[in-house]
């Protein structure tokens, strides 16, 4: 069995072997599909630096600094693959997959699925990724790229109930098939809980030391999906209090806003339903954004046009604006939206930080921005100018909803008609997660994973 880093080493990579290390380096761009990449599952550069930008106030309009963390120098693009990776570990571990025997299934609508591609055939185990129709191509194109096999279920982003019905059908199917749902399965919680968020508070740090906010973040910012990466709050929280969790999702699909349904466009995000990973009575306020406007401000980043206006009309410099182009996708164009919104409404200033996060980059949604292009036409100066000022400058504090003891208890009850009526789950599973332990003991297998997983290796040594 192939097995990477522990929670641990991918929080802190230095800590790895120097050699396992160096050889990770080099094969980053040597053979991007060696298994050794696994060792370059973290947050941090070859120098050890944190993967963020500062985003320009000439671009959000709010004095309280923005720290964005982007996913683009994962393995497979995206930090997803982060997520994927602890849940296939954890499973290995204790026995529960074995790559001579088992079929691995993926559920997802992107970036999960594409690193599990990456993930389980680095791992040697045989990997098939259900997706829905409607993704972008360049999704499908990687996950074939990296050796997986695709079944595609009909709909978009939010037609997660389809992609469910499949995952039975092959468990019903095949004895040997083993489903890695991210939407369930704790894994990937905890590497949003350790590794995401303990990085996250490193940079507070780091920033505090460069003169930017106050070594606090005032807020962590997320949209939903799985809701893996959200769990960083829960660890921010654990640290500062009065730290504030803010869950986003589109205004076309608003489910835990006002019980909403429907098809939107911000892929990876708002899957029309609460998932069981989701720690929803931490959250201390829920945001919609809509979907039209995340890709019509990408296309700011996407057009030369958009990118010289940002220059000429707004001050930015270039080499910071040629930057930016290549980090967001539609989903990271979405939590900037809801980081501008977070500032405005809890009246964030310049000694505050807020974070948030760009799952992945533009190079996944080229066929969206050429799309968009035949719908809204090419960018000119006059559109670039009224996108900074409607959609960043002009971000209105609407669709906004306080996490109030009564409305975490609905966000939590909502659970019931997926995880209990369809997949399984009991009323007193469901119910123990009102519980804090139920979290906290989550939180501490960590530990107890990194310690079976060096066990693992010392005997694979001797």
Request: some cysteine.
């Given at each position: 069995?192939?097995?990477?880093?522990?929670?641990?080493?991918?929080?802190?990579?230095?800590?790895?072997?120097?050699?396992?290390?160096?050889?990770?380096?080099?094969?980053?761009?040597?053979?991007?599909?060696?298994?050794?990449?696994?060792?370059?599952?973290?947050?941090?550069?070859?120098?050890?630096?944190?993967?963020?930008?500062?985003?320009?106030?000439?671009?959000?309009?709010?004095?309280?600094?923005?720290?964005?963390?982007?996913?683009?120098?994962?393995?497979?693009?995206?930090?997803?693959?982060?997520?994927?990776?602890?849940?296939?570990?954890?499973?290995?571990?204790?026995?529960?997959?074995?790559?001579?025997?088992?079929?691995?299934?993926?559920?997802?609508?992107?970036?999960?699925?594409?690193?599990?591609?990456?993930?389980?055939?680095?791992?040697?185990?045989?990997s098939l990724v259900i997706l829905p129709e409607?993704?972008?191509?360049?999704?499908?194109?990687?996950?074939?790229?990296?050796?997986?096999?695709?079944?595609?279920?009909?709909?978009?982003?939010?037609?997660?109930?389809?992609?469910?019905?499949?995952?039975?059908?092959?468990?019903?199917?095949?004895?040997?098939?083993?489903?890695?749902?991210?939407?369930?399965?704790?894994?990937?919680?905890?590497?949003?809980?350790?590794?995401?968020g303990n990085t996250i508070a490193e940079l507070?740090?780091?920033?505090?030391?460069?003169?930017?906010?106050?070594?606090?973040?005032?807020?962590?910012?997320?949209?939903?999906?799985?809701?893996?990466?959200?769990?960083?709050?829960?660890?921010l929280k654990q640290i500062w209090p009065e730290?504030?969790?803010?869950?986003?999702?589109?205004?076309?699909?608003?489910?835990?806003?006002?019980?909403?349904?429907?098809?939107?466009?911000?892929?990876?995000?708002?899957?029309?339903?609460?998932?069981?990973?989701?720690?929803?009575?931490?959250?201390?306020?829920?945001?919609?954004?809509?979907?039209?406007?995340?890709?019509?401000?990408?296309?700011?980043?996407?057009?030369?046009?958009?990118?010289?206006?940002?220059?000429?009309?707004?001050?930015?410099?270039?080499?910071?604006?040629?930057?930016?182009?290549?980090?967001?996708?539609?989903?990271?164009?979405?939590?900037?939206?809801?980081?501008?919104?977070?500032?405005?409404?809890?009246?964030?200033?310049?000694?505050?930080?807020?974070?948030?996060?760009?799952?992945?980059?533009?190079?996944?949604?080229?066929?969206?921005?050429?799309?968009?292009?035949?719908?809204?036409?090419?960018?000119?100066?006059?559109?670039?100018?009224?996108?900074?000022?409607?959609?960043?400058?002009?971000?209105?504090?609407?669709?906004?909803?306080?996490?109030?003891?009564?409305?975490?208890?609905?966000?939590?009850?909502?659970?019931?008609?997926?995880?209990?009526?369809?997949?399984?789950?009991?009323?007193?599973?469901?119910?123990?997660?009102?519980?804090?332990?139920?979290?906290?003991?989550?939180?501490?297998?960590?530990?107890?994973?990194?310690?079976?997983?060096?066990?693992?290796?010392?005997?694979?040594?001797?």
């Open positions: 069995m192939i097995f990477g880093p522990t929670f641990a080493e991918m929080l802190h990579p230095w800590t790895m072997a120097a050699e396992t290390r160096s050889l990770a380096q080099r094969m980053r761009t040597e053979d991007p599909l060696h298994p050794i990449n696994l060792f370059n599952i973290t947050w941090r550069a070859a120098d050890e630096q944190i993967h963020h930008v500062i985003l320009p106030p000439e671009l959000t309009g709010v004095a309280c600094p923005i720290a964005v963390i982007y996913g683009k120098e994962f393995p497979s693009g995206s930090h997803k693959v982060g997520a994927a990776y602890s849940v296939l570990l954890e499973k290995e571990l204790y026995g529960e997959v074995d790559p001579a025997k088992h079929t691995l299934v993926w559920p997802s609508t992107g970036n999960y699925g594409i690193g599990g591609a990456w993930v389980g055939c680095r791992m040697e185990f045989t409607e993704m972008s191509a360049e999704r499908f194109q990687q996950i074939q790229n990296y050796g997986a096999e695709i079944i595609r279920t009909p709909g978009s982003e939010s037609n997660v109930k389809e992609i469910y019905d499949e995952t039975w059908r092959l468990r019903e199917s095949d004895p040997d098939i083993r489903i890695l749902n991210q939407f369930e399965v704790m894994g990937n919680y905890r590497f949003h809980y350790h590794v995401t507070a740090g780091e920033l505090a030391a460069r003169g930017i906010g106050s070594g606090q973040v005032a807020a962590f910012v997320s949209a939903m999906g799985s809701a893996g990466t959200i769990a960083a709050g829960d660890r730290h504030k969790i803010i869950g986003l999702e589109p205004i076309q699909c608003p489910t835990l806003f006002n019980n909403g349904y429907g098809a939107h466009d911000i892929q990876g995000i708002g899957d029309k339903h609460v998932t069981w990973i989701h720690n929803v009575l931490n959250m201390d306020a829920l945001m919609c954004i809509d979907d039209v406007d995340c890709k019509l401000a990408l296309q700011l980043f996407a057009e030369d046009v958009g990118c010289e206006t940002l220059v000429q009309r707004y001050g930015i410099a270039e080499a910071e604006v040629l930057a930016l182009r290549e980090l967001f996708g539609i989903s990271g164009i979405c939590n900037i939206f809801g980081a501008i919104k977070t500032a405005r409404h809890f009246g964030f200033g310049k000694d505050d930080l807020i974070v948030t996060v760009a799952t992945d980059a533009l190079d996944r949604y080229h066929s969206v921005m050429d799309q968009l292009r035949a719908q809204h036409g090419p960018l000119d100066e006059a559109k670039a100018v009224g996108r900074v000022e409607r959609l960043f400058h002009g971000l209105r504090d609407d669709w906004v909803q306080p996490g109030t003891p009564q409305h975490r208890q609905r966000w939590h009850n909502l659970k019931y008609y997926t995880w209990v009526e369809q997949q399984g789950k009991t009323v007193d599973e469901l119910d123990t997660q009102r519980d804090p332990a139920w979290w906290l003991e989550e939180q501490a297998k960590v530990a107890d994973i990194d310690r079976a997983l060096l066990e693992r290796r010392s005997a694979t040594a001797d």
